[in-house]
C-alpha cells in the first residue's frame, strides 16, 4: 500500500475491515476486471465473495443482521473497491443508498421485513429517480402513482437504473397529487414506492417491464436499464415511511450520502490510474532511461498525485461531517465535483504517459479511460454539484442588513 489516500483517526475495526477489502480487490478484483470488464459480464463471483465479506450490510443497524459501520468506512471500502473496478462499486452503491432511506424515513415494518436480508444480499436494492426527457430535472418527473383502494397505481417510464435486472427491490419516485391541492410545489407531490419484483429482463410482474441492459461506452458488468410501469399496483404499506408527499426529501437525504460514495469511486479511480501511470513510467525507456526519469514525467506524476491526495482529503471530511450528524450537501457536492474531475485528469495523464500502448485494449488504463466519464454525470452532474454549493455558499455568507 502507497503513501498516498492514507486516513488518520481510523479505528482497529476500520482499519482491518478496508485492510480486508483491499485484499480482496487485489486478489478476486483487479486480476479479472478487465477481461469481464470488455464482455460485458456480470462479476457473480465478486458480488459472492462480497457478500461473505458483508459489504451489502455495512452500514444496516446490527439490529438488522448489519455491520452498522459509518459512512465513512463505507465510503473507504468503495473507494478501494472502485479501484479495483468502478462497476462493482455501483452494485453496492445502488444497493446501500436504498437500504439507507430505509433505515432513515422507512415505517418500523417496512425495516424489519427488508433490511435483513438486504444485509445478508438477499434482497438487493436499485433506485429510480431519472426518466427519458429529465435530465437532471427532478421536480419535472411525469411517473405518476394514483390510489386506488388500498393500493396505488403505477404508470410511466424510468431511465438509467443501476442494478434494474439484477436488483428485487426498487425505490421509485413518483408523482402522487393526493391530498395536494393545485399549485402545490412540484417537489412536494412526491412519493417513494417500494417495488418489490423478481430478478431478470422482460415483464418480470404485472405492469412492470425491464426491456433490457442499456449499451455503455463504459462501466460494464452493471446492469443499467430502462423500467416501464404500465398499470403496476403496490399496496400501500409499500409507500417508503407510510407517508405520501416525502417522496423528494428521501430521495435527496439518499443521493447526498450517495455523492459520497460518488466521490469515493473517483478517488479509487484515480489511486488506480496513478499506480499504473507511476509503474509504467519506471519500466518504459526512452532516450537512454527509464520515462520516470524525464522532468515532464515527473511534473505529470506530482500532479496526479496531488489531485489523488486532495480528492480524498475532501471525500472524507464530507463523510465525517454527515457522520456527525450535521448537514452535508456542501461538503458531499464539493467532494463529488472534485473527485470526479481530478479522476478524469488523473486517469487522461496515466494514459498519456502510457504513449500509443493506452490505446490498447491490454492496458487496464484503456478501461479506466472509459469509466472515468460516467463519474461527471453521476448521482447529479459537475454543473448541478457547483449550483448546489454556490446556493448553500450564498446562504452560509448573506451580507446581513
Same mark, same amino acid.
Given at each position: 500500500?502507497? =503513501?498516498?489516500?492514507?486516513?488518520e483517526?481510523?479505528?482497529?475495526?476500520?482499519? #482491518?475491515?478496508?485492510?480486508?477489502?483491499?485484499?480482496?480487490?487485489?486478489?478476486e478484483?483487479?486480476?479479472v476486471?478487465?477481461?469481464l470488464?470488455?464482455?460485458?459480464? +456480470?462479476p457473480?463471483?465478486?458480488?459472492?465473495?462480497l457478500?461473505?465479506?458483508?459489504?451489502?450490510?455495512?452500514? $444496516?443497524?446490527?439490529? +438488522?443482521?448489519?455491520?452498522? #459501520?459509518s459512512?465513512?468506512? +463505507?465510503?473507504?471500502?468503495?473507494?478501494?473497491?472502485?479501484?479495483?473496478?468502478?462497476?462493482?462499486? /455501483?452494485?453496492?452503491n445502488?444497493?446501500?443508498?436504498?437500504?439507507?432511506?430505509?433505515?432513515?424515513?422507512?415505517? *418500523?415494518?417496512?425495516?424489519?421485513y427488508?433490511?435483513?436480508?438486504?444485509?445478508?444480499?438477499?434482497?438487493?436494492?436499485?433506485?429510480?429517480?431519472?426518466?427519458?426527457?429529465?435530465?437532471?430535472? %427532478?421536480?419535472?418527473?411525469?411517473?405518476?402513482g394514483?390510489?386506488?383502494?388500498?393500493? !396505488?397505481?403505477?404508470?410511466?417510464?424510468?431511465?438509467?437504473?443501476?442494478?434494474?435486472?439484477?436488483?428485487?427491490?426498487?425505490?421509485?419516485?413518483?408523482?402522487?397529487?393526493?391530498?395536494?391541492?393545485?399549485?402545490?410545489?412540484?417537489?412536494k407531490?412526491?412519493?417513494t414506492?417500494?417495488?418489490?419484483?423478481?430478478p /431478470?429482463?422482460? #415483464?418480470?410482474?404485472?405492469? &412492470?417491464?425491464?426491456? /433490457?441492459? $442499456?449499451?455503455?461506452?463504459?462501466?460494464?458488468?452493471?446492469?443499467?436499464?430502462?423500467?416501464?410501469? *404500465?398499470?403496476?399496483?403496490?399496496?400501500?404499506? =409499500?409507500?417508503?415511511?407510510?407517508?405520501?408527499?416525502?417522496?423528494?426529501?428521501?430521495?435527496?437525504?439518499?443521493?447526498?450520502?450517495?455523492?459520497?460514495?460518488?466521490?469515493?469511486?473517483?478517488?479509487?479511480?484515480? @489511486?488506480?490510474?496513478?499506480?499504473?501511470?507511476?509503474?509504467?513510467?519506471?519500466?518504459?525507456?526512452?532516450?537512454?532511461k527509464?520515462?520516470?526519469?524525464?522532468?515532464?514525467?515527473?511534473?505529470? &506524476?506530482?500532479?496526479?498525485?496531488?489531485?489523488?491526495?486532495?480528492?480524498?482529503?475532501?471525500m472524507?471530511?464530507?463523510a465525517?461531517?454527515?457522520?456527525?450528524?450535521?448537514?452535508?450537501?456542501? #461538503?458531499?457536492?464539493?467532494?463529488? !465535483?472534485?473527485?470526479s474531475?481530478?479522476?478524469k485528469?488523473?486517469?487522461? *495523464?496515466?494514459?498519456?504517459?502510457?504513449?500509443?500502448?493506452?490505446f490498447?485494449?491490454? +492496458?487496464?488504463?484503456? =478501461?479506466? !479511460?472509459?469509466?472515468?466519464?460516467?463519474?461527471l454525470?453521476g448521482?447529479?452532474?459537475?454543473?448541478?454539484?457547483?449550483?448546489? %454549493?454556490? =446556493?448553500r455558499?450564498?446562504?452560509?455568507?448573506?451580507? @446581513?442588513g
Amino acid at each position: 500500500m502507497g =503513501r498516498l489516500a492514507q486516513t488518520e483517526g481510523l479505528t482497529d475495526i476500520q482499519r #482491518e475491515i478496508v485492510s480486508t477489502v483491499r485484499d480482496f480487490v487485489d486478489k478476486e478484483i483487479i486480476p479479472v476486471a478487465t477481461e469481464l470488464e470488455h464482455r460485458d459480464e +456480470y462479476p457473480t463471483r465478486i458480488v459472492e465473495g462480497l457478500k461473505e465479506l458483508g459489504i451489502f450490510g455495512l452500514m $444496516i443497524p446490527e439490529e +438488522y443482521g448489519g455491520l452498522g #459501520e459509518s459512512l465513512l468506512t +463505507y465510503a473507504l471500502c468503495v473507494e478501494e473497491i472502485a479501484r479495483g473496478w468502478m462497476s462493482v462499486s /455501483g452494485i453496492i452503491n445502488t444497493h446501500f443508498i436504498v437500504a439507507y432511506m430505509l433505515k432513515q424515513h422507512g415505517t *418500523d415494518e417496512q425495516k424489519e421485513y427488508f433490511l435483513p436480508r438486504m444485509a445478508a444480499g438477499e434482497v438487493r436494492g436499485a433506485f429510480s429517480m431519472s426518466e427519458p426527457g429529465l435530465g437532471s430535472d %427532478v421536480s419535472a418527473i411525469t411517473t405518476k402513482g394514483v390510489r386506488d383502494g388500498d393500493e !396505488y397505481v403505477l404508470t410511466g417510464q424510468k431511465m438509467w437504473l443501476t442494478n434494474g435486472g439484477t436488483s428485487s427491490l426498487v425505490a421509485v419516485l413518483c408523482r402522487t397529487d393526493e391530498g395536494h391541492p393545485e399549485g402545490t410545489a412540484p417537489h412536494k407531490s412526491m412519493t417513494t414506492f417500494l417495488v418489490e419484483k423478481e430478478p /431478470g429482463f422482460g #415483464e418480470v410482474k404485472p405492469g &412492470l417491464t425491464i426491456p /433490457g441492459k $442499456i449499451d455503455k461506452m463504459g462501466y460494464k458488468g452493471v446492469d443499467t436499464t430502462e423500467l416501464i410501469l *404500465d398499470g403496476l399496483r403496490v399496496p400501500e404499506n =409499500r409507500v417508503l415511511g407510510g407517508r405520501t408527499g416525502r417522496g423528494f426529501y428521501q430521495m435527496m437525504d439518499g443521493v447526498e450520502v450517495g455523492r459520497v460514495n460518488v466521490a469515493a469511486r473517483g478517488c479509487g479511480v484515480a @489511486q488506480r490510474a496513478f499506480e499504473l501511470g507511476v509503474s509504467y513510467a519506471q519500466q518504459r525507456h526512452t532516450f537512454g532511461k527509464p520515462i520516470a526519469q524525464h522532468q515532464a514525467i515527473q511534473f505529470k &506524476l506530482a500532479e496526479m498525485a496531488t489531485k489523488v491526495e486532495a480528492a480524498h482529503a475532501l471525500m472524507v471530511g464530507a463523510a465525517r461531517k454527515k457522520d456527525s450528524g450535521q448537514r452535508n450537501d456542501l #461538503e458531499a457536492g464539493m467532494a463529488k !465535483y472534485l473527485a470526479s474531475e481530478y479522476c478524469k485528469e488523473v486517469v487522461e *495523464d496515466a494514459f498519456r504517459i502510457h504513449g500509443g500502448y493506452g490505446f490498447s485494449k491490454e +492496458y487496464e488504463i484503456e =478501461r479506466l !479511460y472509459r469509466e472515468a466519464p460516467m463519474l461527471l454525470i453521476g448521482e447529479g452532474t459537475a454543473e448541478i454539484q457547483k449550483m448546489i %454549493v454556490g =446556493r448553500r455558499l450564498l446562504e452560509e455568507y448573506k451580507i @446581513q442588513g
